[in-house]
T-cell receptor, first 113, second 115 residues
Framework: AQSVAQPEDQVNVAEGNPLTVKCTYS??????LFWYVQYPNRGLQFLLK??????LVKGSYGFEAEFNKSQTSFHLKKPSALVSDSALYFC???????????FGSGTRLLVRP | DVKVTQSSRYLVKRTGEKVFLECVQD?????MFWYRQDPGLGLRLIYF???????EKGDIPEGYSVSREKKERFSLILESASTNQTSMYLC??????????????FGQGTRLTVV
């Protein structure tokens, strides 16, 4: 069965510093991987996705994610964090042949001024 | 832009009531989903629909049903609301492309409290 793990409930980083939000996955076939962000009392907004090809994927708001097949990871990164990046981040995986998206438990990112 | 609209942002209902959560999307998407979001548990799939009148159970369908009479509308029904159904409910849609790489688009969520 497919699954997603986000090992950190919360990540704290100072504004201007690089940030990483971790995600590992488990699927039996080829994975399709997604990152979403949720601001308070809002729905989820799509950030980026990995389908195939280049292991470094660029997305919205300066975010990028690195796919590592051997480590089954898809970590979200940003070179320089902003206070406005503070939000809840979700990693999700879809296995081929299904429209179901499986989500991780979420990681709260706090960027301090 | 894709727009997924949920009819209510906040709802308060009494135990035992029948509750309807409505979701409408304006991009002619074939697939629609209902998730519930709880702290520490992430999003869990309740039901999804890949066509009008078609539905499949997700991971936590107990206590819920769904209706999709029109392509743009997907309703979640709590037959007899209970306090453990207090949660944030999120609707989403995605297009059918014949591939599995399309992202889902989410509504703003309905925070349901059952008292």
């Amino acid at each position: 069965a497919q699954s997603v793990a986000q090992p950190e409930d919360q990540v704290n980083v100072a504004e201007g510093n690089p940030l990483t939000v971790k995600c590992t996955y488990s699927v039996s076939g080829n994975p399709y991987l997604f990152w979403y962000v949720q601001y308070p009392n809002r729905g989820l907004q799509f950030l980026l996705k990995y389908i195939t090809g280049d292991n470094l994927v660029k997305g919205s708001y300066g975010f990028e994610a690195e796919f590592n097949k051997s480590q089954t990871s898809f970590h979200l990164k940003k070179p320089s964090a902003l206070v406005s990046d503070s939000a809840l981040y979700f990693c999700a995986v879809r296995e081929g042949s299904s429209y179901k998206l499986i989500f991780g438990s979420g990681t709260r990112l706090l960027v301090r001024p | 832009d894709v727009k997924v609209t949920q009819s209510s942002r906040y709802l308060v209902k009494r135990t035992g009531e029948k509750v309807f959560l409505e979701c409408v999307q304006d991009m002619d998407h074939e697939n629609m989903f209902w998730y519930r979001q709880d702290p520490g548990l992430g999003l869990r799939l309740i039901y999804f629909s890949y066509d009008v009148k078609m539905k499949e159970k997700g991971d936590i369908p107990e206590g819920y049903s769904v209706s999709r009479e029109k392509k743009e509308r997907f309703s979640l029904i709590l037959e007899s609301a209970s306090t453990n159904q207090t949660s944030m409910y999120l609707c989403a849609s995605s297009p059918y492309t014949g591939r599995w790489d399309t992202e889902a688009f989410f509504g703003q969520g309905t925070r349901l409290t059952v008292v």
